[in-house]
């Protein structure tokens, strides 16, 4: 425990010391390296799991659909940028199969390596359309400020869960994925969730969306809570099935890079996609 708490301390001076000197530009470049690694600790559990990923190519090009997500045209600063990016991707791998591989090699290429560019950095590119969309209306600090909320609810659903669950946690809530989980450990997240979201608002309150009320973000921050959950038990169903407890050892306490990010896959693009077509408005 000890050990999370300080990796979790010495990660958030990390990403508070990149916004102030590197601005922008600095998280984003933090968020592609972050998503990189964690993309290739996904092909390394899929190897153990028994796929043959294509995982060197897979993660560059991985790498440079989240970057270009930001640094693209200022014309597409939407989902068409996502959903271009995706025909792409499979353009490529489908060349790629029909001039160097066998019909066999579709179970390694559009299971595990298009899959992990599904589920890792596309999903991030979310965030930063948001973001840069932000940017060209001259609100970047808004935005940013707003994707700040949305990371900091989902990181503090998992320490909520984690303490509740430790010390009262009896009911297990999914033991095929992730044993230590429970329904006293999933109360204790949407309480730390909503008092966060709260308490972030709170310290914004110069400068938060009107139309951001207390009844949307205590509304909001269940379903980040909930995403967050949910992404962290996927990530433990590929763990299970490669048969390790933690995706890598780089973070002492923590585990992997996609121990550390799993919450915020499913939380932080959806979170942002309610936020923009619900919220906002």
Avoid at 12 to 33: A, D, E, F, P, R
Avoid at 106 to 124: A, E, S
Avoid at 135 to 152: C, D, F, K, Q, Y
Avoid at 156 to 170: E, N, P, Y
């Amino acid at each position: 425990m000890k050990a999370r708490i300080l990796s979790t301390v010495v990660l958030c001076l990390l990403l508070i010391g990149t916004l102030l000197n590197g601005g922008i530009s600095g998280g984003v470049l933090l968020l592609v390296i972050c998503s990189a690694l964690a993309q290739l600790e996904f092909y390394q559990l899929s190897e153990k799991i028994g796929w043959k990923p294509h995982k060197k190519s897979a993660t560059l090009l991985g790498t440079m659909v989240l970057w270009g997500s930001f640094f693209s045209r200022e014309g597409m600063v939407d989902l068409n940028y996502v959903l271009s990016a995706l025909a792409l991707i499979f353009l490529t791998f489908a060349l790629s199969l029909l001039l160097t591989g066998k019909p066999e090699d579709l179970k390694n290429i559009f299971i595990p390596t298009v899959f992990g560019i599904l589920y890792i950095p596309t999903m991030f590119c979310i965030p930063l359309l948001f973001i840069k969309k932000f940017l060209l209306l001259g609100e970047s600090i808004l935005a940013l400020r707003l994707v700040l909320w949305i990371i900091t609810v989902a990181k503090f659903s998992d320490i909520g869960g984690l303490l509740i669950g430790r010390r009262w946690g009896k009911h297990r809530l999914a033991p095929l994925f992730s044993p230590a989980k429970t329904y006293e450990g999933l109360v204790g997240s949407l309480l730390f969730s909503v008092a966060v979201g709260y308490i972030f608002a709170l310290c914004c309150s110069d400068a938060w969306p009107s139309s951001f009320s207390k009844v949307k973000i205590a509304f909001l921050s269940v379903l980040i809570a909930l995403l967050a959950l949910i992404s962290d038990l996927i990530e433990s169903g590929f763990k299970r099935l490669a048969k390790v407890k933690d995706s890598g050892h780089s973070i002492p306490g923590i585990g992997g890079v996609l121990d550390l990010m799993d919450s915020l896959i499913l939380s932080l693009p959806i979170g942002v996609i309610v936020l923009k077509e619900f919220i906002l408005v």
